[in-house]
């Protein structure tokens, strides 16, 4: 199921959201300039390699940066069009709704705030794993956590394939984000013990979806001067 937009009226423009979309959009524009030898070894600098990460932090000498860095300019950073074009287009769908919510600055630091955690979660599973991880899907995976706490009925439109058929329809944000959350939660389950997770970073998403659900009711909200009723506008 691919949503294509949702009814939530957002009463603020989202300069965040569409400034994230440009920043991700720029840096995989500078991805392509790179020749094939200095970006796999971009990637191993500023993508998340749990292996690195666990052994500097067992080194003697630890680098907070060399250690620390990967975890915000990996957000950045995507491996191919759709990557980026997924990511991104979910951050558009869902993330106006809840920076408008959180307020410009707060929702920024809430973004990153996950994207940190996803990271987090996805070192702990993957131990020992060699492969760099990248993308914003675990920082936009704890903006969908938040929105399915936020507007859980909120109507979204729908593209649903059916074998050769394709439709859309409107359904609550509930089931389409629960439905995005067991496929990554059994994908992630599967993953277990694998060295490469399939290419994946499912924990990272699972991780970033979870910490989005706790945080948007402990994170502070943007005053409003009007009620808001049955989780949407």
Known sequence: MIPLRDRNRSATVPVVTVALIVVNTLAFLYELTLPERV?????????????????????????????????????????????????????????DNVEDRLGHISYLFFYLFCGFGAGLSHVLMNLGSSVPSLGASGAISGVLGAYIVLYPRAKVLTLVPLIVFWFTVELPAFVILGYWFAIQFFSGIHSVGSRTGGGVAYWAHIGGFVLGMIMVKLWPERPRRWPVASGQW
């Open 39 to 95: 970006e796999q070894a971009f990637f191993m600098s500023y993508a998340i390699v749990p292996a690195r990460v666990e052994h500097l932090l067992a080194g003697p000498r630890v680098s907070l940066s060399a250690a620390g860095l990967p975890f915000l300019t990996s957000m950045f950073l995507h491996g191919g069009w759709l990557h980026l074009i997924g990511n991104m287009w979910f951050l558009w769908v869902f993330g």
